[in-house]
């Protein structure tokens, strides 16, 4: 094989992963007009378009994305065995990418960034908020944070956060004037505060006792896709709320929002960090593994 071809299929790589020149540029440090010298070289000598090029964006032709699909374990195992040799030296280094829900950036990972980046400073983690439940072998990234119960069977799965519970609430203001609800179906009779996905998708309010599972969905005269926004519109008086408690210990604490449906809200398994193989895991992953599995 001529060598000059492997740093040239990195290149590609990378420009099909930015989707940009200039991407791929800031991505590996180097000029713009390098990473299309080195696309152009590379199309010349294998006599085939690898990339089909706009004035908008970059994406791989047939044949780029043919041998892409090929490469692609090969160019994880040379990025793998080069941060294992920089690990040995001294300690994981090197870029991380994360599929994480907003929730689970908020409750489990905010709190301790802090803590990692100190813990890894040769670390650059980046953290992209998807709600969705992503293919993170597709879409580029080394992990993904999910909740339990959303997890595929073929991927490995490592526990980063305790169990979670829901808590339906409302104002003192709000059941000055409606009664609290003391089943799910009294929920009809009652203005609530809604939760969208980023697919579009509202949430249906889940609940469950003595093995009766009840879907419900909501209704009222607010969509949000926060839960910040959300818990914060139930202690202005909105109507009611359903989230993580995790969200209103302290209103609950202080008695700023009144919950109900407790007995209805059983806890369930929290995040979990999810990846497709133990025998490519990186370095910076499992650092990242350790350090925030539960007991870590």
């Excluded at 090029?53 to 090929?70: F, I, Y």
Aim: aromatic residues 8%; negative net charge.
């Amino acid at each position: 094989m001529n060598r000059a071809h492997l740093s040239q299929l990195a290149v590609l790589a990378t420009v099909a992963q930015c989707g940009s020149f200039r991407g791929a540029a800031r991505e590996l440090a180097i000029a713009p007009s390098a990473v299309s010298h080195a696309v152009s070289s590379l199309e010349a000598r294998l006599g085939v378009r690898l990339l089909a090029r706009s004035t908008r964006s970059v994406a791989p032709t047939e044949e780029g994305a043919q041998l892409l699909e090929r490469l692609r374990p090969a160019l994880s195992e040379i990025d793998l065995a080069l941060e294992t040799a920089i690990e040995a030296r001294d300690q994981p280094a090197g870029n991380l990418r994360l599929s994480v829900p907003r929730t689970a950036a908020h409750l489990v990972l905010t709190p301790r960034l802090g803590a990692f980046a100190s813990a890894y400073p040769d670390i650059v983690l980046e953290i992209v908020i998807e709600d969705r439940f992503t293919d993170v072998v597709e879409g580029g990234f080394d992990a993904g944070v999910r909740l339990g119960e959303s997890l595929q069977r073929d991927m490995i799965a490592v526990r980063i956060g305790p169990d979670l519970r829901g808590a339906v609430v409302g104002a003192p203001s709000y059941f000055a004037t409606m009664l609290r609800p003391q089943h799910p179906r009294d929920l009809a009779d009652h203005r609530c505060i809604r939760f969208r996905f980023s697919s579009g998708i509202l949430y249906r309010w889940e609940f469950e006792k003595d093995g009766e599972a009840i879907e419900f969905a909501a209704q009222g005269p607010l969509i949000l896709d926060e839960d910040h926004l959300i818990a914060q519109a139930a202690v202005d008086g909105a109507g009611l709320a359903f989230v993580f408690e995790d969200y209103v210990r302290a209103p609950l604490a202080d008695g700023r929002l009144i919950r109900v449906l407790e007995d209805w809200c059983p806890p369930f398994d929290g995040f979990f960090v999810y990846y497709p193989s133990r025998r490519q895991m990186r370095p910076a992953l499992r650092a990242f593994v350790d350090f925030f599995r539960v007991g870590g």
